[in-house]
């Protein structure tokens, strides 16, 4: 299994780049947001990667950090999302708003993805909503810096503060006795309300019964 690649980038195409690593060329496909993310082409990058094996093709596919690949991985695995689609969807949203759209069971952001219809957008959501919680915790990590160029500059991936908090407002929320899955849509749906702190508090509004 190639878990992740670092080399030269040679090449960005339409729906791919190449990978110079030590002297043999890697076509890595990639989803739009991750070709846009990339720098220009002669630089030094790292992907992580997940490897598709047929009987009759082999496809590397690249992802700007392992919580990315992670979901290209849950995606993958809804009946009627293939490779493509993932990286569709992903591309579209981003691991943060594929989460964020779980978590809240909005079918129509997945189904903005380029070929994803609403019945494969709603399976999506149905299938992979008790995931959520976990990644959006999984998120909060941060993750390696996807490129480093020679002069040690680093261009990382968004930084991982929004992450950090939506993480520690679902621990407080699970502290309280709240369900991962409730607290995960909470989180989500107050996503932009500020610090930790406030976070916290708009959730709590949303999770507050209704009168």
């Given at each position: 299994m190639i878990g992740?690649?670092?080399g030269r980038l040679?090449?960005?195409g339409a729906d791919h780049v190449l990978l110079d690593v030590q002297g043999v060329g890697y076509v890595v496909h990639c989803s739009d947001r991750t070709l846009a993310a990339l720098p220009p082409v002669k630089s030094p990058v790292a992907l992580w990667t997940e490897l598709l094996v047929r009987e009759d093709l082999l496809?590397?596919?690249g992802f700007l950090t392992v919580q990315e690949r992670e979901w290209h991985r849950l995606l993958t695995s809804v009946q009627g999302i293939g490779a493509?689609?993932?990286l569709a969807i992903l591309g579209t949203l981003g691991a943060e708003g594929v989460a964020r759209a779980i978590a809240l069971g909005d079918a129509a952001a997945v189904k903005a993805a380029p070929g994803v219809g609403p019945k494969i957008a709603q399976r999506v959501v149905n299938e992979?909503?008790?995931k959520a919680p976990a990644m959006m915790l999984m998120e909060a990590g941060g993750g390696d810096p996807i490129v480093e160029t020679a002069a040690a500059v680093e261009i990382?991936?968004?930084k991982p503060r929004a992450g950090a908090a939506q993480a520690e407002a679902l621990s407080a929320l699970a502290n309280l006795g709240y369900a991962p899955q409730d607290a995960a849509r909470a989180v989500?749906?107050?996503d932009g309300a500020?610090?930790?702190g406030e976070l916290i508090r708009a959730a709590l509004k949303l999770l507050a019964p209704k009168e």
């Open positions: 992740r690649l670092t040679d090449h960005k496809q590397l596919f493509k689609g993932s992979l909503k008790g990382a991936a968004p989500a749906e107050a500020g610090d930790t």
